[in-house]
Every structure is written in structure tokens, then in C-alpha cells.
């Protein structure tokens, strides 16, 4: 059974840091692509980050561009996101999703296209 969990996330202050961990378990083999999304109250999901399943291609939405690194560890079946300079507007619920292969450069932060998702991780920026 596939299956993702989320942890790291919390109440920070404005420019602190958080780092977010995605956990897979049951895939058969590293060749999956992460997606990071988030969900504020009151908001649709949107995209935050892309990491390739091999070559560690990524990608970024602007609103965190420059402040978020994403990256993954296929020894510990692991994807990150380092997230600094938070703002309170980065406040949501992230997830973490995942699909078998790579995704094209213009889906690679639209929800659709990821088959399996985590339950979330809480991030609260305090101003």
C-alpha cells in the first residue's frame, strides 16, 4: 500500500524556518516525482514545489522562490522542503503528493496530476 506521511510543520515566527519531511512507503522502486502543496482557509490548493523522480530537477511557485529548497533522500524514501524567510502568508496545511514517473514542465504544480497524497502537516507563521 502506498502511502505518504507528512511531518515538521508548527507555529513559527515571521523569518524563522521550518522543515518539512514527506515519508513514502510501498513504492517499488525511487522512480517517483513529489509534489508540495497548500491549502490556506478559505483558499484552493495551490503548488508550491516539484522534485523529479532521478535528477533532481525542481521547480518552484514565485511566492516561494528563493526562500524554499525542496530535495529527497531515495536512501530514506524521503522528500524535504526547507522553508526559510517564512512570511504569514505562507500559513496553510502542506501536503505532500507523488505519481510514478516524471511530469512535464507545465503540470509539474497542478494537483491533478499526482495519484497519491499524504494528510497534511499544519504551518502557522505568526507575525
Known amino acids: 500500500q502506498l502511502e505518504l506521511v507528512e511531518s515538521g510543520g508548527g507555529l513559527v515566527q515571521a523569518g524563522g524556518s521550518l522543515r518539512l519531511s514527506c515519508a513514502a512507503s510501498g513504492f517499488t522502486s525511487d522512480y517517483y516525482s513529489v509534489g508540495w502543496f497548500r491549502q490556506a482557509p478559505g483558499k484552493e490548493r495551490e503548488g508550491v514545489s516539484y522534485?523529479?523522480?532521478?535528477?533532481?530537477?525542481?521547480n518552484y511557485a514565485d511566492s516561494v522562490k528563493g526562500r524554499f529548497t525542496i530535495s529527497r533522500d531515495n536512501a530514506k524514501n524521503t522528500v524535504y522542503l526547507q522553508m526559510n524567510s517564512l512570511k504569514p502568508e505562507d500559513t496553510a496545511r502542506y501536503y505532500c503528493?507523488?505519481?510514478?514517473?516524471?511530469?512535464?514542465?507545465?503540470?509539474?504544480?497542478?494537483?491533478?496530476?499526482?495519484?497519491?497524497w499524504g494528510q497534511g502537516t499544519q504551518v502557522t507563521v505568526s507575525s
Open positions: 503528493a507523488a505519481v510514478s514517473g516524471d511530469i512535464g514542465t507545465p503540470h509539474r504544480l497542478m494537483e491533478y496530476d499526482y495519484d497519491y
Open positions: 522534485i523529479s523522480s532521478n535528477n533532481g530537477v525542481t
